[in-house]
């Protein structure tokens, strides 16, 4: 089974950064093609931040461009999130996630971000 365990969140102030990391291990029988990180808020759905291919192409949500960066290291099976100029509104829980030919993988417990305004 694949397991996901994401660390690095933390309370922070409006305009810090923060650096988050995503440990993937039981990939034996399982081809990432794609990973990526999600968040979800209070009274909100989770939604997806960044996405990152094999060949290194992100994708952000237009919320989070600019700001976010998402990296990833295939030989360690680590997925990064480096987060510039946060705001309030990105207050979540923050998940990661990897997606390949046969689906996406269980839920880790998240990380909670919090930024004061």
């Known amino acids: 089974q694949v397991q996901l365990v994401e660390s690095g969140g933390g309370l922070v102030q409006a305009g810090g950064s923060l650096r988050l990391s995503c440990a993937v291990s039981g990939t034996s029988g399982f081809r990432i093609t794609t990973m990526g990180w999600y968040r979800q808020a209070p009274g909100k759905q989770r939604e997806l931040v960044a996405t990152i291919t094999s060949a290194g192409i992100a994708n952000y949500v237009d919320s989070v461009k600019g700001r976010f960066t998402v990296s990833r290291d295939n030989g360690k099976n680590s997925l990064y999130l480096q987060m510039n100029s946060l705001k309030a509104e990105d207050t979540a829980v923050y998940y990661c996630?990897?997606?390949?030919?046969?689906?996406?993988?269980?839920w880790g417990q998240g990380t909670q971000v919090t930024v004061s305004s």
């Open positions: 996630n990897v997606a390949g030919p046969i689906g996406q993988a269980p």
